[in-house]
């Protein structure tokens, strides 16, 4: 299987700061990376697919970049509603993973 | 609207069997590959199985594959999770999710709000 890992697994930031999140996978997936949030209590929530595109109706303060095995998540400016866990995912193989998450909390 | 709502998470002993159900409403149900994910307690999200959309191919996490099975009901929009000699490790809120292909990427991007299974004796 193909294992994802995270970093940092949580964060404290404050409204306005730039966040960025890393995801590396243990081995290359090409194109086969997705972001999701996830807020407690709730659905999750699909940000970005394929490295970088921006699902629709996700706010342009996101973007994710990367390519082979290494993989980032930004936040450009970050708002309160952007509190939550942030997940990345590889559909490389065909049992999917996800990274073990990144918490971002209020500073 | 595009909607999906789980059902059939409860307490249950180790070792005995529950079938979870998602109910689909708002697209064609039977044009999309389906998923199962979990979040344990305290936990991340874990992917647990895959449906294509006729059926036709299945997959899971190493973690339920022998003990669990998914399927679907076309008629009924409706997929299922059926989870058999369950563990304390398969406590979890169970997520259905619906898989859209974008530029060649496959992606969840519909989600239900969960079902929760404790598994507990």
């Known amino acids: 299987d193909i294992q994802m890992t995270q970093s940092p697994p949580s964060l404290s930031a404050s409204v306005g700061d730039r966040v960025t999140i890393t995801c590396r996978a243990s081995?290359?997936?090409?194109?086969?990376l997705n972001w999701y949030q996830h807020k407690p209590g709730k659905a999750p929530k699909l940000l970005i697919y394929?490295?970088?595109i921006l699902e629709s109706g996700v706010p342009s303060r996101f973007s994710g970049s990367g390519s082979g095995s290494e993989f980032t998540l930004t936040i450009s400016s970050l708002q309160p509603e952007d509190f939550a866990s942030y997940y990345c995912?590889?559909?490389?193989?065909?049992?999917?993973?996800f990274g073990q998450g990144t918490k971002v909390e209020i500073k | 609207q595009v909607q999906l709502v789980e059902s059939g998470g409860t307490v249950v002993q180790p070792g005995r069997s529950l079938r979870l159900s998602c109910a689909a409403s708002?697209?064609?149900?039977?044009?999309?590959?389906m998923h199962w994910v979990r979040q344990a307690p305290g936990m991340g999200l874990e992917w647990v199985a895959m449906?294509?959309?006729?059926?036709?191919?299945?997959y899971y996490a190493d973690s339920v594959k022998g003990r669990f099975t998914i399927s679907r009901d076309i008629s009924k929009s409706t997929l299922f999770l059926q989870m058999n000699s369950l563990r304390g490790e398969d406590t979890a809120v169970y997520f259905c999710?619906?898989?859209?292909?974008?530029?060649?990427?496959?992606?969840?991007?519909?989600w239900g709000r969960g079902t929760r299974v404790t598994v507990s004796s």
């Open positions: 449906i294509s959309f006729d059926g036709s191919n299945k």
């Open positions: 081995q290359p997936i090409s194109t086969f």
């Open positions: 708002g697209f064609t149900f039977s044009s999309y590959a």
């Open positions: 394929a490295v970088s």
């Open positions: 995912q590889q559909t490389y193989s065909t049992t999917w993973t």
């Open positions: 999710a619906r898989d859209v292909v974008i530029n060649n990427n496959d992606a969840l991007d519909i």
